[in-house]
């Protein structure tokens, strides 16, 4: 008897250590999750209208056709992610930023209710500021994630400049039609086609516009979540979560290991009965 008081008692130390080391780390990972510490990366669909930038190299490429000694673009994108629990500060530390490496925000959305907040930010900076750019950012609110991406577009950029100078003939040899004078039918059917050429020109000058030096940026998006602070509510709210969890955890475990237990005590009474059981059946042999 006094055995098996012994080991009743072992076993509800070792059940309540183990609800003790579930509160704990489930009381930690609340307390670093649940003001969205742990952040993988920067949410980029919200970016996906705002302006796209590009910079060039300062060497010549050849082209095939169109003009010659184009440089050579690229598009650089920094994406940034950072929590703070005080937002608006940190906020007007972000335009002071920008101001100072003489950049110009493009993009800007705020998101959600107060202790909860989301600010987005997308910005072209000079390619020369970039670098020192990125690592002031880094030190606004508490750095949670942070990815760096440099895509070629030269092709895309010659590209681009061939289509124009396509464009354009076609655009003249249409005109120098028009010119020669014919039915009234013709002269519609010209003048459509000339208004669709000088659209898609348009477009395309628009487009190269973008890669105008004096256009040149590279592009820093970053979001800064708001966090609260450690307040008595915070802290009862996290501690009452964690408790809940524990539980609810340990009853379950509890409730599946106790049908476990009483499945194996089964097992093992028709092992030990079974071979009796078969003996006593009419018409078993000896």
Not at 24 to 34: A, D, G, K, N
Not at 139 to 147: C, E, K, L, Q
Request: with cysteine; net charge neutral.
């Amino acid at each position: 008897m006094k055995t098996d008081q012994g080991l009743w008692k072992r076993l509800a130390l070792y059940g309540m250590l183990a609800m003790g080391w579930l509160f704990v780390i489930q009381l930690f990972y609340r307390s670093v999750t649940s003001d969205g510490i742990v952040t993988a990366a920067v949410d980029t669909g919200i970016f996906e209208g705002s302006r796209k930038n590009y910079a060039s190299y300062k060497k010549d490429v050849q082209m095939d056709s169109g003009p010659s000694g184009a440089s050579e673009k690229y598009e650089k994108i920094a994406r940034l992610s950072s929590a703070t629990s005080t937002f608006d500060e940190d906020r007007q530390r972000l335009y002071q930023l920008i101001a100072e490496e003489k950049g110009v925000i493009q993009f800007e959305s705020l998101e959600g209710l107060r202790g909860r907040r989301v600010y987005y930010l997308s910005a072209g900076v000079p390619p020369e500021a970039f670098d020192t750019t990125v690592d002031k950012l880094q030190a606004i609110a508490d750095s949670t994630g942070i990815s760096i991406q440099k895509t070629d577009k030269t092709s895309e950029y010659l590209a681009l400049l061939e289509r124009r100078a396509s464009l354009e003939k076609t655009r003249a040899s249409l005109a120098a039609l028009k010119a020669k004078g014919g039915s009234m039918d013709e002269f519609l059917k010209l003048e459509n086609r000339l208004l669709e050429i000088d659209e898609q020109l348009q477009d395309a000058n628009l487009s190269i516009g973008q890669f105008n030096a004096e256009n040149e940026f590279c592009t820093v998006q970053f979001s800064l979540r708001e966090k609260e602070g450690l307040s008595t509510r915070r802290i009862y709210h996290i501690v009452k979560d964690s408790v809940i969890w524990t539980v609810a955890l340990s009853a379950m475990l509890l409730f599946f290991g106790t049908l476990a237990a009483i499945g194996i005590w089964i097992l093992l009474l028709l092992k030990e009965r079974l071979p009796d059981i078969i003996k006593k059946r009419p018409g078993s042999s000896p």
